[in-house]
């Protein structure tokens, strides 16, 4: 009774939630599906399944959506890759508190105030400035950091499992 009655709120939530605006209300035609023991949903199959193995084997959303995010480099390098940012937004419902890691291009090392000075550079850039703005891509620091914080903190056997996979 208890499940149905979680089911039937689920439904009623999600049914009145599709869209705010009166004229698409009723946009979705599919059903709300209720997981109790974790959920992963992508366009690709074999980016789902790899979630789905890592939270199998006992890793959390956390693992899971960096297992996703690793696979899709493989399958659809062009949405996004190992070359870009990354950005992660975590949820901790123990501490009702919500994390961010900015995965986000860092400058390089050597880029510091003094060297853009001494260029003659004052306190901004312009985009014409061969390269001068040319970030370090930060998605790979965001997922180990992800995995870290909030994961299993077994980066390698992550990514040991998704070489098992055939992709």
């Not at 208890?2 to 035609?29: D, N, Q």
């Not at 790899?50 to 006992?58: D, N, V, W, Y």
């Not at 956390?62 to 975590?90: E, I, K, N, R, T």
């Amino acid at each position: 009774m208890a499940t149905f009655k979680a089911f039937s709120t689920l439904l009623k939530i999600t049914s009145e939630a599709t869209c705010c605006c009166p004229p698409c209300r009723k946009i979705s035609s599919r059903f709300p599906v209720l997981a109790l023991r974790g959920a992963a949903v992508s366009n690709e199959v074999l980016a789902t399944t790899a979630a789905l193995e890592t939270l199998q084997r006992g890793g959390n959303a956390a693992d899971a959506s960096v297992a996703m995010a690793a696979v899709f480099q493989v399958l659809q390098p062009y949405a996004g890759g190992v070359g870009g940012d990354c950005f992660c937004l975590f949820y901790d419902a123990s501490k009702k508190k919500v994390h961010c890691i900015d995965g986000s291009g860092r400058s390089p090392a050597a880029l510091t105030l003094e060297l853009l000075l001494s260029k003659g550079f004052g306190t901004s850039v312009e985009a014409r400035s061969k390269g001068l703005l040319a970030t370090v891509p930060g998605a790979v620091k965001c997922w180990f950091d992800t995995i870290r914080a909030f994961g299993s903190g077994k980066v390698t056997l992550i990514m040991m499992q998704l070489s098992k996979n055939q992709l």
